[in-house]
């Protein structure tokens, strides 16, 4: 393996540093709100070029050797390439919805769009590493931008906290990743995933299987799984609103293509070390994110427990350990960021008179009167995310418990389902707020076609119409799962 | 029908109405929506005049490869197409029904009604097993929406409970449905009807399906959604719910539950009887006592509807075209009573039934029709429920005279709380000023009961055209069960019956004569 073909696998990473670097510099002479809105168009063009590189590795299937670049450290194959296309959109429209909002909160800087660059940067590292230690570094690029990105408002106390909750907890369940790190490398002699999976290929040696622990654990941690989610409902909640829905989108599609890659190759070989690990949390995010979100009022928070309520049902095409689930999941995380962006955009459009934003469930009612389309819309959201069909929702909950009933998971995939039921329940109450309560006259702001046009595009890809893509996003998803799992 | 994609047409032509109505003001929105729905009818006359029967099993058949691990693919048979006519027969008059009891939100409230008769005509027409799926779980959107906005006071808690009690039975048939295909291989339903699951696995499958259409049906103890919702719901909503959702139940056992899982329906069927008695004697009693005009018909559909289910499990051809005909007769006759309740609430807007009382006298147009109804209700040979019910307890008694003894008692019952209402409503004096000023029917609420009225009374006189299109089906079915037919209790000594079995006739025997 040449240099050059190693740089060229590179390409998306290098490209979003060396702009994300550029744009720092052009920054430091950026003055006004005009300025930082053409750095934000900037990044997006970034993003929008990123995008289009790894388009071809993704359509042609690429995967092994051709993939491989810096000796088996990243891996440019189609399914990182898959979960870059995610993560690329999802940045590109927490970035398209960040002016209006922090230009009202008077902080709109544009450093933003810079430490957002960074952070998909590292996610893009997360999702192609094939090495503990390129795993790590590009995690912890990811986390430190996003560390930034949640204290974003700094003088506003609840965007700080989040900030700090954020890096404390990030920092410990960093600090379990590599504690498992280092027990997997003292156990196996080697950070290679392909190297950790053959020296595992035998019986597992009880500190080589405390190494995988603490890997999920900390892998748990950023996906936001239960029972590593306690800072997921605070951070959402504090955090601005645009770098909310980035955490809920990006980073949980990046670290979900880690675990995939981490289980499936990494300890490919030890299935039935860890399913069961899988399965368990699986189910308690499941439940966890039901019975949490009941209680909620605040719509962030809501949706932050329903995001750990969607990580648990993605959990399930993990737990499946087979192809089929890969796909399951990826098709899944297609859907779950188009609904993450939708619900996130729809709360951003939710403004009182004087444009300040409205959180609370109570302040939408009777919104389905005053905002017929943003309603319904947002209700369309509630009933993709509870996974009720014709919406399109309802087809990732579907592809990854046909998985696990392929695979023989039945007893996880009735009890799955079943709570599925509990969750249905606060979506319908977002809705009956919304639809059977008397208006509440809050919401009466105005929005810029930029949220409509994307709450426009995210409807769309949920309504019915999505079931036209099934084919093509299977397709996509099967390439992209074929790399991983070439055998199974 | 050559090439004429028909199916798809009259599951587009409400659809695309609907997104219409969300974007018109109140009056067009109501013309748009009856003229859809009337358009739907004439697609479905054409429909049933173009049915060949005796021809293929399937018709009309339509499959496009549009998605990834299912297909959209239509088709009916005999028992689809009685059903669909029922369907796209109650929506014009639903959306007259509530031309104008609904006054807010109007555009909203007909898009929710089309979508419904879309889901509705998706139910029964698609041969995709997860197509089935998605329709059927869909129409949980727009009935929450329904009954939540336009209800009655205490709309919220039954919309709730409407949308997680049928959500809730519905998920474990989707994991059922997902080892099926993974078994067998295929989503195709006409495939999938003669597939022979293992017996073991059977049993299984079956409960994940009976735990979705026994609470769809819905049979006891799991009907308790029912009443609750039948109140609330506009009567429009009401109509539509008894009309049509209910049978998706009894469809749901007669195309997946019986041909799917012979043995296993054999295995079970004392359950269903079990259920189904308790269902017809406990509700029977239950609506004998309410105060509440529409809880009343709300219990009467279940002990209905109980005498679908053993009809359905009786394993013979004469209980199966009983159930149907119960369903079809049953769609109508409750639509038609929902109906009339909702005439006089429009008028007095109470269901008290103690607030109502000698409407002979100044609505005698409106009691002529309600007294066909609640005789239909009743089952009085020339109506169609008669014909039913008398086809259904015929059947069980061959296979059970016991279970036929008891769910007899409910033609009895049926009679003693109809009557019962009828004689409060509308007979009696006329104790209350108000109900009393009321007037007779209009010219609209005129066309709404008329073609009720008219098609009761066919499918009384006449019942061959609505067995016509069905009977091979149900035939080719009963030959599906055949195997696994469970033995009669009858103990027949050829050439004469007993004395014993000319015993245990009679109850039957009253139940028909009734």
Known sequence: MDWSHSLRLVAPEELLSVSGLVLLLGSAWAKGKRDARAITWLAVLTLAIAAALVVKPLWSGLSGEAANAFDGLYSGDAFAAFAKLLIYAAAGASLLVAPVFFEKARSMRPEYPVLVLFAVAGMGMMVSATDMLTLYVGLELNSLAAYVLAAFLRNDQCSAEAGLKYFVLGALASGILLFGMSLTYGFTGTTSFTGIAAALSGEISTGALFGLVFVLAGLAFKISAAPFHMWTPDVYEGAPTPVTMFFASAPKVAALALTIRVALVAFGTQIAAWQQIVIVVSLMSIVIGALGAIGQSNLKRLLAYSSINNVGFLLIGLAAATRAGVEGMLVYLAIYVAMTVGGFVALLMLKDRDGNQVEQIDQIAGLSRERKVLALCFAMVMFSLAGIPPLFGFWGKFVVFQAAVAAGLLPLAVIGIAASVIGAFYYLKVVKVMYFDEPAGVVVGKSDWIHHALLLIAALFISPLGYLLTKCLGTLAALAAGTLTPGA | ?514
């Open chain 2, 1 to 514: 029908m050559t090439g004429f994609p028909i199916l798809s047409v009259m599951l587009a032509v409400p659809l695309i109405a609907a997104l219409a109505c969300l974007f018109s003001d109140a009056k067009s929105a109501r013309w748009i929506a009856l003229l859809a729905t009337l358009v739907d009818f004439a697609l479905g006359v054409m429909l049933w005049a173009n049915y060949d029967v005796g021809g293929a099993q399937w018709q009309f058949t339509e499959s496009v490869a549009l998605f990834a691990g299912f297909s959209y693919k239509l088709g009916i048979d005999g028992i689809a197409l009685l059903l669909i006519m029922l369907s796209v027969f109650l929506m014009p008059i639903c959306i007259g029904a509530s031309w104008l009891s609904i006054d807010k939100r109007v555009g909203e409230y007909m898009a929710a009604f089309l979508l419904m008769e879309t889901l509705m005509i998706g139910v029964f027409a698609a041969q995709d097993l997860f197509l089935f799926y998605i329709m059927f779980e869909a129409g949980l959107i727009p009935m929450y929406l329904i009954i939540g906005v336009w209800g009655g006071a205490d709309r919220i808690y039954a919309s709730y409970k409407f949308f997680l009690y049928t959500l809730l039975g519905s998920v474990l048939m989707l994991i059922a449905m997902l080892w099926m295909v993974n078994e067998a291989g295929t989503t195709d339903i006409p495939t999938l009807m003669a597939y022979d699951f293992p017996a073991g696995a059977q049993k299984w499958l079956w409960l994940a399906f009976f735990a979705s259409f026994a609470v769809k049906m819905p049979m006891w103890p799991v009907h308790t959604w029912l009443p609750d919702a039948h109140v609330q719901a506009p009567t429009a909503g009401s109509v539509i719910l008894a009309g049509v959702l209910l049978k998706m139940g009894g469809y749901g056992f007669i195309r997946f539950s019986l041909p799917m899982f012979p043995e296993a329906s054999a295995q079970f069927a004392p359950l269903i009887f079990a259920l189904s008695m308790i269902a017809v004697v406990a509700t029977s009693l239950i609506a004998l006592v309410q105060h509440d005009m529409k809880k009343l018909i709300a219990y009467s559909s279940v002990a209905h509807m109980a005498i679908v289910t053993i009809g359905l499990f009786a394993f013979n051809v004469q209980g199966l075209e009983g159930s149907m005909i119960v369903m079809l007769s049953h769609g109508l006759v409750s639509g038609a009573l929902f109906l009339a309740v909702g005439v006089i609430y429009d008028r007095l807007h109470t269901r008290e039934i103690a607030r109502y009382g000698g409407l002979a006298v100044n609505m005698p147009k409106y009691a002529l029709f309600f007294m066909v109804f609640t005789m239909a209700s009743v089952g009085l040979p020339g109506t169609s429920g008669f014909v039913g019910e008398v086809l259904a307890l015929s059947g069980i008694y061959q296979l059970n005279s016991w279970v036929a003894a008891v769910c007899g008692t409910g033609v009895i019952l049926g009679a003693a709380y109809m009557l019962y209402l009828y004689r409060r409503v509308i007979f009696g004096e006329q104790k209350n000023a108000d109900a009393a000023a009321m007037p007779d029917l209009d010219l609209r609420e005129w066309l709404m009961m008329v073609p009720l009225a008219a098609a009761v009374l066919w499918m009384g006189i006449y019942p061959e055209s609505f067995l016509k299109p069905m009977r091979q089906d149900i035939a080719s079915l009963d030959a599906r069960l055949a195997r696994a037919k469970p033995a009669s209790d009858a103990k027949l000594t050829a050439p004469k019956p007993g004395a014993a079995a000319e015993a245990e006739h009679e109850p039957a025997a009253h139940g028909g004569a009734h």
